[in-house]
């Protein structure tokens, strides 16, 4: 049975470009490889799930290109907490320096969002998305 598995766990956890890709793009692409795997959460959506302009407060819209975390002052972050009401959450935000004359400051705007309804699970899922999005 472990056969049948390895391939599919495997594929989940191969990397995956989503340079030039939009937000929705890589969050779908996410859900259908983490389904395929079979390890799947309740859900994977954009952190801005109304697609609210004030991306400070919600997040970047889905439409927005994929965030270029490559950068020595702008990277993206893998974090795995308990949610508000039951479950656990991943999130990924995008986290970078703005500078403001000889100053600035750091600002983290989330991205994605994956919902699991256990710690076991959440870092399971965590595991291989950070793999797959090279965040490790």
Excluded: C
């Excluded at 929705?24 to 959506?45: G, M, T």
């Excluded at 952190?47 to 991306?55: I, M």
Aim: hydrophobic fraction near 40%.
């Amino acid at each position: 049975m472990s056969e049948l598995l390895e391939p599919q766990v495997l594929h989940a956890s191969t990397t995956f470009d989503p340079a030039g890709k939009t937000i929705r793009h890589v969050v779908n692409h996410i859900e259908r490889a983490l389904r395929q795997s079979e390890i799947e959460p309740e859900w994977v959506d954009a952190a801005n799930l109304v697609g609210d302009p004030n991306e400070d407060y919600f997040g970047l819209v889905d439409t927005r290109d994929w965030p270029d975390g490559g950068a020595p002052r702008r990277r993206l972050a893998l974090s795995v907490a308990r949610g508000h009401s039951e479950g656990w959450m991943i999130q990924i935000d995008f986290i970078q320096f703005i500078e403001v004359g000889e100053a600035g400051h750091w600002k983290s705007q989330p991205v994605v969002r994956i919902k699991t309804l256990s710690r076991t699970h959440a870092w399971a899922v965590a595991a291989v998305v950070s793999r797959m999005l090279d965040i490790d």
